[in-house]
């Protein structure tokens, strides 16, 4: 891992042709931001789970499926619970990138 200025680490992952890939400290969740992205016209979300196994990647896709379908059909969806979900099956701390959790 890099450890940066704040103190965070930033895990180093070496690829099949050799070419090293720095990650972000937490992994970035646009979770608890759906309703505002696709207010905005946000027509698709990338999922990287190159690194996760095939459980956690299902894992992750169920929990932003659930909150598409539901905001699709106007109703409430449960965002700690998605969000506990995701933290389980990876390991690892999430963040929301430019976003405020505390503000969704």
Same mark, same amino acid.
């Given at each position: &891992? !890099?450890?940066? +200025?704040?103190?965070q680490?930033? =895990?180093?992952?070496? #690829?099949?042709?050799?070419?090293n890939?720095?990650?972000?400290a937490?992994?970035?969740? %646009?979770? +608890?931001?759906? +309703?505002? !992205?696709?207010?905005?016209?946000? %027509?698709?979300?990338?999922?990287e789970?190159?690194? #996760?196994g &095939?459980?956690a ?13 539901a905001?699709?059909?106007?109703? +409430?969806?449960?965002? #700690?619970?998605?969000?506990?979900a995701? =933290?389980?099956?990876?390991? =690892? ?5 430019p976003?405020a959790?505390?503000? &969704?």
């Open positions: &891992a !890099l450890r940066d +200025p704040g103190g680490d930033h =895990r180093i992952e070496c #690829d099949r042709r050799c070419r890939h720095l990650f972000m937490t992994d970035v969740c %646009a979770l +608890p931001n759906l +309703p505002r !992205l696709l207010e905005s016209g946000v %027509a698709g979300i990338r999922i789970g190159q690194l #996760d &095939a459980d990647v299902a894992v992750v896709v169920d929990a932003y499926r659930q909150a598409l379908d905001l699709k059909q106007g109703k +409430p969806y449960d965002v #700690d619970a998605g969000l506990t995701i =933290r389980e099956a990876t390991g =690892r701390t999430l963040s929301d990138g976003f959790f505390a503000e &969704a």
